[in-house]
Each structure stands twice: as structure tokens, then as C-alpha cells.
């Protein structure tokens, strides 16, 4: 059954966030009109979505703010309100109103990232600051609140409309690694690996010279060498991972293995052989076209295919130009949304979305792949020992759960070592994917 939905206009905006609700969450199609008289005269489900309701008209009705039927880019008067247990933000205050805020706008606000369009001060690193995120200010950044709230619509719709059928969803995990560094001491190059014997010595460091010249000297395995051990545990739990591979030239924060090493071209084809590889970006690269453009193609080279997937390295992301560029490229799949000093939502929603780009009000075709949870985050940022983020962790995936929605988790090879500040913590990865899987 299609839904009709009476708007006073038709907009980009509207299309975007109602296919996104209805069509991709909720499995309800619909289409828009203007006409009251046709909407009067409809015998199927329908909805009023506009600032006034019609008197004595028993269809659903939600209250509209305006935010859904501009074009341009404007501060937005933000109020946080009261829902249920939680908050919500477009209060409004009509009795007839489906919900007490705007759904709808409050959705596209979040999911659209449109506070990232506004003047903000950014972090160290250039990107914007999660305390800056109404998410945050709301203290909703660990709930994905868009599914939450797509689920809380359909079972009014429902309620209403009884012959509606709603989608059933089902939850997903999808597994990420981003290659910063294949190897710690191997495969370095004979400056590299001088300057850190060097370094070494300077620092009366005798463990780890002998730590590094065992490696080289293939005694030891190199600790952050953790594939093999990888695609074990993959073809064991039956996952199916992705990796994100470093590919700029060497600088103060792109510190991988030059593309031209031989045996990373070779590291690289095998993870080619069990899992899908895409472009990470490097640190400068976020708003340099001909930078990432370079670097994909190295990729590209090695892989010998097309690469369609990326994540930024740092998870530098400036919007829109970050995406835009991606798009320019042919980059079907990014994988950098989320933040790396917070767990959790950052555009509200655990699951697969196309990225709307604000600036020339238009829904792209990139698909953005929102992730959840990162090493880093839990271990440099929020400071938290094993069983703390290992509590962390299965909150969030709880939240995923609950909604039916995409769980993807955020590692790095160099994690799974074990060793030196990552002790325990191949034993965390270990238990956070069978509470997942289980």
C-alpha cells in the first residue's frame, strides 16, 4: 500500500528524509501531493505534514517546522526538548501533532550533518568536535536516535493504519581495519629503520633495540604483522572484513610502508584475495582532489581493480568538500563518519545512508557507512582500561541491536599485537566479537 503524504511544496529535502524513514527504514512507499482536494478524496494511508492541521480531517498529522522546505543554508534556532525518556530537538506544540517535536526535520538536521556546514571551531587536526554536535548537547550520542525514532513513526502509522506491513529488518556486523602501519620495524627502508636505531640509543632504550634487531633479524615476528591471525579468526566466525590501506607518501602522519615495497604490494594482494580493500586517505589528502586521486590509483595499480570504498586517515572529514571530492572520484562507499575522541553516532543512525550535500541541496550517490566504535577511541581518547571498554563496546552494540541496525567496528592491525599499550587487548577483539555473533 502507498502512503500519501500532503506537503504545501515539494523540496529536495523532503524527498530525501522521507524515502530515508518510510521507504529505507520502515519498508512503507509513499508519494507527495499538494492537492488538499486529492488528499481529502484519498481512501489509503495517508499523512498531513505541514505547520496547521486541517480541522475535522482524521489522517495523521505531524507538525512542521520549516527546516524541510528551505534551500539555503541558515543558523537554526536549536531547541532541546523532552521525549519519552530521552530528548529531541524542532519541539513543537500542536495536541493533534503525531510526535511533540518535528521528526522529520529533527532527522535530516542530524543525519544530513548540518551543523558541520556552520561556523565551528574546529580540533587540532581540523575536524569538527563532537562536544559541538547537538547529539551530544542532548547526551544521545550512543543511541542511534534516527532508527529509534523511525521505529517509534511506524508503529503509529500502525496503529492507524493496520493493513501497513512494516520491513523487518535484521542486524548486521560488519568488521574494519584501517592500515596505518603494516609493519613496526620491517621493511622500513635502510634511513628509516637508522634513524630509529638511532633514536633508540639516544634514549638508553635497550629492550626495545633488541626488540627491533630480533625482528629484522626474523627472530621475532613483527608485532604489528597480525593478518595471518586476522583472516584465521575471519574464516572462523565467518565475517567478512574490510581493510582501508594507507597509501600516501611518508610525512610526520602518514607513516606506512612506501607502495613501491615489494612485499607490502604482496600483503596487500593477499588481504585483495579475503576482503573487500579501499583507499585511506592520507592526513593532508581530506581536501586535496589530485592527492587522493594519486593515491587511489596506486591502489588501483596493485590491486589490479577498481577501488570504490574509503575511510579518511585521522578521520579528517570536512563537509561538503571532503565528500564531493570522493564523489568526483568515483567513490561509491566512504567509511569515515563517525568521531574519534567519542563512541558512538555521530550522524544518529546505524545504518547505510546516501549522503545529502547541502550546499547544492541534492541527495548523492555516495553511500555513507557510519562506524560505531574504535580502538583508539576507547584507548587514547576516553582512557579506558579492557573490561571499561569492553562495557563500552557492548553497550553499543546493545543500541545496534535494538534497532536492527549495522553494527561496524573500527580496529587497527597494530591493536591486535598485544603487546606494550595494546597488552589485553587481542583478548578484548576476541571477546567483543563473539558478543556480537553471539
Known amino acids: 500500500m502507498e502512503m500519501l503524504i500532503l506537503v504545501p511544496k515539494i523540496t529536495n529535502r523532503l524527498h530525501y528524509i522521507f524515502e530515508l524513514m518510510l521507504k529505507d527504514e520502515l519498508g512503507v512507499d509513499f508519494k507527495f501531493t499538494t492537492d488538499k482536494d486529492f488528499y481529502l478524496s484519498?481512501?489509503?494511508?495517508?499523512?498531513?505534514?505541514?505547520?496547521?492541521?486541517?480541522?475535522?480531517?482524521?489522517?495523521?498529522?505531524?507538525?512542521?517546522?520549516?527546516?524541510?522546505?528551505?534551500?539555503?543554508?541558515?543558523?537554526?534556532?536549536?531547541?532541546?526538548?523532552?521525549?519519552?525518556?530521552?530528548?529531541?530537538?524542532?519541539?513543537?506544540?500542536?495536541?493533534?501533532?503525531?510526535?511533540?517535536?518535528?521528526?522529520?526535520?529533527?532527522?535530516?538536521?542530524?543525519?544530513?550533518?548540518?551543523?558541520?556546514?556552520?561556523?565551528?571551531?574546529?580540533?587540532?587536526?581540523?575536524?569538527?568536535?563532537?562536544?559541538?554536535?547537538?547529539?551530544?548537547?542532548?547526551?544521545?550520542?550512543?543511541?542511534?536516535?534516527?532508527?529509534?525514532?523511525?521505529?517509534?513513526?511506524?508503529?503509529?502509522?500502525?496503529?492507524r493504519y493496520p493493513e501497513i506491513t512494516l520491513k523487518r529488518k535484521t542486524?548486521?556486523?560488519?568488521?574494519?581495519?584501517?592500515?596505518?602501519?603494516?609493519?613496526?620495524?620491517?621493511?622500513?627502508?635502510?634511513?628509516?629503520?637508522?634513524?630509529?636505531?638511532?633514536?633508540?640509543?639516544?634514549?638508553?632504550?635497550?629492550?626495545?633495540?633488541?626488540?627491533?634487531?630480533?625482528?629484522?633479524?626474523?627472530?621475532?615476528?613483527?608485532?604489528?604483522?597480525?593478518?595471518?591471525?586476522?583472516?584465521k579468526l575471519q574464516k572462523e566466525l565467518k565475517i567478512e572484513p574490510l581493510y582501508f590501506i594507507l597509501c600516501g607518501d611518508y610525512n610526520t602522519n602518514d607513516k606506512n610502508i612506501s607502495i613501491r615495497n615489494k612485499e607490502f604490494q604482496q600483503l596487500i594482494k593477499h588481504l585483495g584475495d579475503y576482503a573487500l580493500v579501499g583507499i585511506h586517505p592520507s592526513f593532508s589528502s581530506y581536501l586535496n582532489k589530485n592527492m587522493?586521486?594519486?593515491?587511489?590509483?596506486?591502489?588501483?595499480?596493485?590491486?589490479?581493480?577498481?577501488?570504490?570504498?574509503?575511510?579518511?586517515?585521522?578521520?579528517?572529514?570536512?563537509?561538503?568538500?571532503?565528500?564531493?571530492?570522493?564523489?568526483?572520484?568515483?567513490?561509491t562507499d566512504d567509511y569515515t563518519m563517525g568521531y574519534a575522541s567519542q563512541a558512538g553516532f555521530r550522524a544518529g543512525y546505524a545504518d547505510t545512508f546516501k549522503f545529502f550535500d547541502l550546499e547544492n541541496d541534492m541527495k548523492t550517490k555516495l553511500n555513507i557507512h557510519p562506524f560505531a566504535l574504535m580502538d583508539g577511541t576507547m584507548r587514547d581518547y576516553l582512557d579506558l582500561d579492557v573490561q571499561e571498554s569492553y562495557e563500552k563496546a557492548k553497550k553499543l552494540i546493545d543500541e545496534v541491536k535494538n534497532v536492527?541496525?549495522?553494527?561496524?567496528?573500527?580496529?587497527?592491525?597494530?591493536?591486535?599485537?598485544?603487546?606494550?599499550?595494546?597488552?589485553?587487548?587481542?583478548?578484548?577483539?576476541?571477546?567483543?566479537?563473539?558478543?556480537?555473533?553471539n
Not at 634513524?195 to 626474523?218: P, T
Not at 580496529?411 to 566479537?433: A, C, D, F, M, V
Request: proline fraction near 4%; include cysteine; charge should be negative.
Open 42 to 159: 484519498y481512501e489509503g494511508a495517508k499523512l498531513h505534514y505541514d505547520k496547521y492541521p486541517m480541522p475535522d480531517e482524521p489522517s495523521l498529522y505531524q507538525q512542521a517546522a520549516s527546516l524541510l522546505f528551505e534551500h539555503d543554508i541558515a543558523d537554526q534556532d536549536i531547541k532541546i526538548c523532552n521525549y519519552k525518556e530521552t530528548k529531541a530537538i524542532y519541539p513543537v506544540f500542536n495536541d493533534k501533532s503525531l510526535f511533540p517535536f518535528d521528526i522529520f526535520a529533527a532527522s535530516f538536521y542530524i543525519i544530513s550533518r548540518y551543523e558541520e556546514y556552520l561556523p565551528h571551531v574546529s580540533d587540532n587536526y581540523n575536524r569538527f568536535q563532537p562536544q559541538d554536535s547537538v547529539l551530544y548537547k542532548m547526551e544521545m550520542m550512543e543511541k542511534p536516535v534516527i532508527n529509534l525514532w523511525a521505529i517509534d513513526l511506524g508503529n503509529e502509522i500502525v496503529s
Open 171 to 231: 542486524f548486521r556486523f560488519v568488521p574494519t581495519y584501517d592500515v596505518d602501519a603494516a609493519w613496526a620495524y620491517r621493511n622500513k627502508g635502510f634511513f628509516r629503520i637508522t634513524m630509529s636505531f638511532i633514536r633508540d640509543f639516544i634514549r638508553f632504550d635497550k629492550n626495545e633495540i633488541k626488540y627491533r634487531w630480533d625482528v629484522l633479524r626474523k627472530k621475532k615476528m613483527d608485532p604489528f604483522d597480525t593478518f595471518e591471525y586476522q583472516i
Open 292 to 331: 587522493i586521486k594519486e593515491e587511489i590509483a596506486r591502489l588501483s595499480d596493485v590491486l589490479n581493480r577498481e577501488v570504490t570504498a574509503s575511510r579518511q586517515h585521522f578521520l579528517r572529514l570536512s563537509l561538503p568538500s571532503s565528500y564531493q571530492i570522493l564523489i568526483e572520484l568515483d567513490i
Open 404 to 437: 536492527n541496525g549495522t553494527f561496524i567496528l573500527l580496529w587497527h592491525n597494530e591493536t591486535l599485537s598485544g603487546e606494550k599499550r595494546w597488552e589485553g587487548w587481542i583478548t578484548l577483539y576476541r571477546k567483543i566479537l563473539d558478543y556480537i555473533l
